[in-house]
Antibody
Framework: QVQLQGSGPGLLKPSDTLSLTCTVS????????WGWIRQPPGKGLEWIGY???????NHNPSLKSRVTTSLDTSKNQFSLEMTSVTAADTAVYYC??????????????WGQGTTVTVSS | EIVLTQSPDTLSLSPGERATLSCRAS???????LAWYQQKPGQAPSLLFY???SRATAIPERFSGGGSGTDFTLTITRLEPEDFAVYYC?????????FGQGTKLEIK
């Protein structure tokens, strides 16, 4: 059974770069898309972006200029970088598997979430 | 940009009752790319439906999804205690994802 484990620093200062990694276990990173979603405290879900198994990427236009997603097939990991963070980027960050073929781009496996706080 | 509006924001019902949650799109969308998720407190969301009406793995039959065009629904026929949670609809189109704001299903 595929499991996702997110990791990264939990506390950042304004203007820092957020770097998160999601490790895929129990299955291969190949042949899927891999996504990032965040949830500010007490609020709803916001899509950040995804990276395909080929390395192609797509990001939320509202975050596009600050976000980079990538994957490392040798480590079965994919990553998120977000530059110039502010307090508005404080959220739980989820990684997820995107079933682009069988489930029409629904996200069927999610990591447990990584809490990121931006504060001076 | 497609906007998904869920209603109601909060639904208060008792176990055993029927719940109907709505997701309305700002323009006609393909139900093929409409999904529903359930999120319990302190947990990650979990997939309920893809393609508007296809249950994900291990989703009980008391859950059903449907709709077309701009109006989609999630129905829970007889609420169990574990069903009280927040539900989100989500659409994928033109390489972009959109989520609804969520409906909180709470115990009355």
């Amino acid at each position: 059974q595929v499991q996702l484990q997110g990791s990264g620093p939990g506390l950042l200062k304004p203007s820092d770069t957020l770097s998160l990694t999601c490790t895929v276990s129990g299955g291969s990173i190949s042949n899927y898309y891999w996504g990032w979603i965040r949830q500010p405290p007490g609020k709803g879900l916001e899509w950040i972006g995804y990276v395909s198994y080929t390395g192609s990427t797509n990001h939320n236009p509202s975050l596009k200029s600050r976000v980079t997603t990538s994957l490392d097939t040798s480590k079965n990991q994919f990553s998120l970088e977000m530059t110039s963070v502010t307090a508005a980027d404080t959220a739980v960050y989820y990684c997820a598997r995107v079933q682009y073929r069988n489930y029409y781009f629904a996200m069927d496996v999610w990591g447990q979430g990584t809490t990121v706080t931006v504060s001076s | 940009e497609i906007v998904l509006t869920q209603s109601p924001d909060t639904l208060s019902l008792s176990p055993g009752e029927r719940a109907t949650l709505s997701c309305r799109a700002s323009q006609v969308i393909s139900g093929t790319y409409l999904a529903w998720y359930q999120q319990k407190p302190g947990q990650a969301p979990s997939l309920l439906f893809y393609g508007a009406s296809s249950r994900a793995t291990a989703i009980p039959e008391r859950f059903s999804g449907g709709g077309s065009g701009t109006d989609f629904t999630l129905t829970i026929t007889r609420l169990e205690p574990e069903d009280f949670a927040v539900y989100y609809c989500q659409h994928y189109g033109s390489t972009l994802y959109t989520f609804g704001q969520g409906t909180k299903l709470e115990i009355k």
